[in-house]
């Protein structure tokens, strides 16, 4: 009976779950002890501010960078903290005050006035001279050595009806006698590629049929409109293909 008892016991362990970290389990809670309760702080995360993109921002975060610095003075000697030496500071020449101001100066006056603004500098600019003609007389025509007696305006117009007003102004110009006139085309700066006008017109001076009446053009002084305008000198006579052979003839 005994060993039927002992037989049965076996058959229950074995069809039971296998259990193999059990016994470490209860190994592990009888060595276990409770924690001290925590007494120190909880840190909280702060929040932090960006600061949206404004003119503001950089001046702001420049200031916090400067904090505590001392600026040196404007003057030309500073004295060291460590020797008491007495220290040259040679100032670059555009950190010069009289520099500086002649500077702001001659800004100033070109902002205002235009006044030191060379036109002939610029990559607008435009001169032409014609045939066995002085490259020289084109410079002295944009320097205004040459009184403007006409002028037209061509700004704003589509090319056909400016080419239309152009040749009248011209023809009417030659029979007059006038000799220098200015064509004011502007700057075309609102056109896609390149300044429509404007090309036009030095295209009709250089190739166009007036071509042989124009002794010499060029971009004209701020004062009269600067790239955006032109001036022209004109011939009393035009000059022909035989006037043209008879100067090769000569030379």
């Not at 362990?13 to 002890?33: D, M, N, Q, T």
């Not at 010069?96 to 990559?123: K, P, W, Y």
């Amino acid at each position: 009976m005994s060993g039927f008892k002992s037989l049965k016991k076996k058959e229950t362990e074995s069809a039971g779950i296998f259990r193999p970290f059990e016994k470490l389990k209860k190994l592990l809670e009888s060595k276990s002890f409770p924690l001290a309760p925590f007494r120190g702080e909880i840190f909280s995360v702060k929040k932090v501010d960006v600061e949206p993109n404004h003119p503001e921002y950089e001046q702001k975060l420049f200031i916090k960078a400067m904090a505590g610095v001392t600026p040196i003075p404007r003057g030309k000697y500073i004295e060291e903290d460590d020797d008491d030496d007495i220290v040259e500071v040679r100032l670059p020449i555009h950190f010069d005050e009289d520099t500086d101001d002649e500077t702001m100066s001659q800004l100033r006056n070109l902002v205002e006035s235009g006044s030191g603004f060379i036109v002939a500098d610029t990559s607008e600019y435009i001169e032409g001279t014609g045939y066995c003609d002085n490259p020289e007389i084109a410079r002295r025509l944009h320097q205004g050595d040459f009184s403007i007696q006409a002028y037209i305006d061509l700004h704003g117009m589509g090319v056909e009806a400016a080419q239309e007003t152009f040749d009248e102004f011209i023809k009417d110009a030659i029979i007059k006698g006038k000799r220098a006139v200015l064509i004011v085309h502007g700057r075309g700066l609102s056109s896609p590629a390149m300044p429509i006008l404007k090309s036009k017109v030095q295209d009709w001076l250089s190739r166009g049929p007036w071509r042989k009446w124009i002794i010499a053009f060029s971009s004209a002084r701020s004062c009269d409109g600067g790239t955006g305008a032109t001036y022209v000198l004109l011939r009393k006579t035009p000059f022909t293909k035989r006037l043209r052979k008879k100067y090769k003839r000569k030379n």
